[in-house]
């Protein structure tokens, strides 16, 4: 099974400043015959599902700001929000879709200082 | 508009079936595959398993002999069973839509319903 591991648990960033989130996989993600990373991010609000942001590592999905960014390849990915707004507060979260049983990390909790 | 809205029992006793429905709108279940996520209070998520268009069935292993998830297309929804709960399977259950057929990353999400193992 691939275990992803976020890094930090928790951030606390200033308005308008960068947030950086970290995931780790414990195995490639990257599926050779498409040259693509299997790796998701999702944002998920008090009381509410989990919203995608992010597929392919670093395609924002429609609608989400474009303040919001995915980058990495193979096992080490990042989330960053280059910009803090005060409704980016939220938990986030990585998954990996490239095998069987899909997994997420633990989530990062991200507030404002 | 895409829309999923999960419905069960909130509560369930021990050692007895978890038996959840997830009724979509806006979208025919024959078009996608299907997934059912679990989050226990304060903790993270858990992918349980998904059903394919043409009903195919994955379920994480950790689960895989407990659940069975189902489709009835003439209502356009899917279920979940999972038998012999404990405690440990309390959490709130989401029902999703796979984005891209058989690959499983999420794009509509059910708002979730918490179902409570106790006695």
């Known amino acids: 099974d691939i275990v992803m591991t976020q890094s930090p648990d928790s951030l606390a960033v200033s308005l308008g400043e960068r947030a950086t989130i970290n995931c780790k996989s414990s195995?490639?993600?990257?599926?050779?015959?498409?040259?693509?990373?299997?790796l998701a991010w999702y944002q998920q609000k008090p009381g509410q599902p989990p919203k995608l942001l992010i597929y392919w590592a670093s395609t924002r999905e429609s609608g989400v700001p474009d303040r919001l960014s995915g980058s990495g390849s193979g096992t080490d990915f990042t989330l960053t929000i280059s910009s803090l707004q005060a409704e980016d507060v939220a938990v986030y979260y990585c998954q990996q879709y490239y095998s069987t049983p899909y997994s997420f990390g633990q989530g990062t909790k991200l507030e404002i200082k | 508009q895409v829309q999923l809205q999960e419905s069960g029992p909130g509560l369930v006793k021990p050692s007895e079936p978890l038996s959840l429905i997830c009724t979509v709108s806006g979208d025919s279940i024959g078009s996608y595959y299907w997934s059912w996520i679990r989050q226990p209070p304060g903790k993270g998520l858990e992918w349980i398993g998904y059903i394919s268009n043409s009903e195919i069935t994955s379920y994480n292993p950790s689960l895989k002999s407990r659940v069975t998830i189902s489709a009835d297309t003439s209502k356009n929804q899917f279920s979940l069973k999972v038998t012999s709960v404990t405690a440990a399977d309390t959490a709130v259950y989401y029902c999703?839509?796979?984005?891209?057929?058989?690959?499983?990353?999420?794009?509509?999400w059910g708002q979730g319903t918490l179902v409570t193992v106790s006695s």
């Open positions: 999703a839509r796979d984005k891209i057929g058989s690959i499983p990353f999420f794009d509509y």
């Open positions: 195995q490639s993600v990257l599926y050779s015959s498409t040259n693509k990373n299997y």
